[in-house]
């Protein structure tokens, strides 16, 4: 029989924030954290902002020195959002729930982009590769988030990466989903994370045309505007811990939402632009709304859209809503864009925005798409242009469509009254 799955913990790192609270208030007052890079250099690069996360210490959320100074950044991101994650829903492998009934499911998209470059510099100045670090193969590679959060927490499950480009940690979060749902496991952590705005990201995105070069950086992303231009790079990570239903109910945990759908299918189109008559990000959408049991006539429904503000894919989101849901119940859905204020996390971009989900679920709040101040006429729908909304919302689906086709729509539920 299949087991429901409830949420019993969320851990967020943006640059809107550096928690959950910070994260959600800040995405309620409309604040966008986009500004100009001054990291490094971009003199020369035509784009100089991103969402960079600012203000973190990873020795405040208990991570060693040694283990800080061993690892790519998206990894030390990952265990930041997963020791808030687990702290939050108070579980703890050993006590009370068994090691091999909890496992890891945390991706990148990329992986180890601050490790790469100065490896490969390594290896130019010395062909004979005798600098390049020891480190390099377990601190790039995109699964070793996953890896070091299972050895924190003696998650003996299931450890896996997905790599699904813009829907990564969407697509973690809904396998996580089916393997408790469908009874592999008790528990799972869930999500992903990604530092891509680095210079070797900046400009390879940049030079295939996908990042806005906006001068503002404040009015710099803007889904389902006339005129938008392109994405805004971002760094961050996202991580949920789902839990059986019973088994949270048991031990009295703090049910945030309880997760009921997950719809994922391939365009099997480009590798870069999403398919234009939006069948089949349209179908990971209605896969979803049926396993959630979504009921046209009461349920009242808040997407966070993938919304990246490139002109295809907001138009082609527009379509896919419109086919998953009719014409006429499109019209009452209420949408946002998030990424308007935090930018593309690319691999921690859809777990962030389930948790935005969740909290819109367990608030009754819409957070605004900002800068909707010239909409597209083909972006007709409802996308909570620039205020957040107060809406009894019941049912939450975030849409993630990255490079490759991948599609994923996740689906959580109002838990009413909240537990507790």
């Known amino acids: 029989m299949d087991k429901r799955v409830a949420v019993t913990g969320l851990g967020v790192l943006s640059c809107i924030g550096n928690d959950v609270k910070t994260f959600w208030q ?16 971009t003199d020369g690069f035509p784009v100089k902002i991103g969402g960079k996360i600012r203000d973190f210490n990873p020795e405040d959320f208990g991570m060693p020195a040694p283990f800080i100074r061993k690892q790519a950044a998206f990894t030390v991101y990952a265990m930041a959002s997963a020791i ?15 090691p091999e009934d909890i496992g890891t499911i945390i991706s990148s998209g990329v992986g ?48 896996l990466s997905i790599n699904t480009a813009c829907a990564t940690s ?30 070797l990201g900046l400009a390879g995105f940049a030079n295939c045309k996908a990042l806005t070069t906006a001068p503002d950086p404040k009015h710099a992303c803007l889904p389902f505007n006339k005129d938008r231009a392109g994405f805004v790079m971002a ?27 997950y719809g994922s299918t391939c365009d099997a189109h480009h590798a870069t632009a999403p398919r234009p008559d939006g069948t089949t990000q349209a179908k990971s959408i209605s896969n979803a709304l049926a396993e959630a049991g979504y009921d046209a006539s ?34 009452k859905v209420h949408i946002s864009s998030t990424k308007s204020m935090h930018g593309h996390m690319f691999g921690g971009t859809g777990a962030a925005e389930a948790i935005a989900t969740i ?20 972006c007709d729908l409802d996308y909570t242009p620039n205020t957040p909304m107060e809406v009894p919302v019941n049912l939450g689906l975030s849409n993630s469509f990255g490079f490759g086709g991948h599609n994923a729509c996740i689906a959580f539920r109002k838990i009413s009254p909240p537990l507790p």
């Open 26 to 41: 800040n995405l309620k007052d409309g604040f966008c954290g986009i500004d100009y890079i001054t990291e490094f250099p």
């Open 84 to 98: 808030q994650a687990m702290q939050d829903s108070g579980l703890w492998s050993g006590e009370n729930i068994a």
């Open 112 to 159: 180890g982009f601050d490790v790469i470059i100065p490896n490969i510099k390594s290896l130019f100045d010395d062909p004979t590769g005798k600098w390049v670090s020891p480190l390099f193969i377990p601190t790039m590679i995109a699964n070793m988030a996953a890896g070091q959060v299972a050895i924190r927490f003696d998650a003996r499950n299931a450890c």
């Open 170 to 199: 969407s697509h973690s979060i809904g396998e996580a989903y089916r393997a408790i749902k469908h009874g592999y496991a008790k528990a799972m952590i869930a999500g992903g994370a990604e530092q891509a705005a680095v210079p």
């Open 235 to 261: 760094d961050g990570s996202g991580v949920l811990v789902l839990e059986e239903w019973d088994h949270a109910m048991e031990r009295g945990a703090r049910i945030y939402a309880e997760m009921v759908g």
């Open 298 to 331: 009461s349920d009242i429904v808040y997407m966070n859209a993938h919304g990246t503000g490139t002109y295809l894919n907001d138009v082609t989101e527009t379509r896919a809503i419109k086919l998953a849901f009719g014409e006429d119940n499109a019209r």
């Open 359 to 378: 909290m819109a679920l367990r608030e009754g709040i819409v957070p605004p798409t900002i800068n909707l101040d010239n909409p597209d006429p083909e």
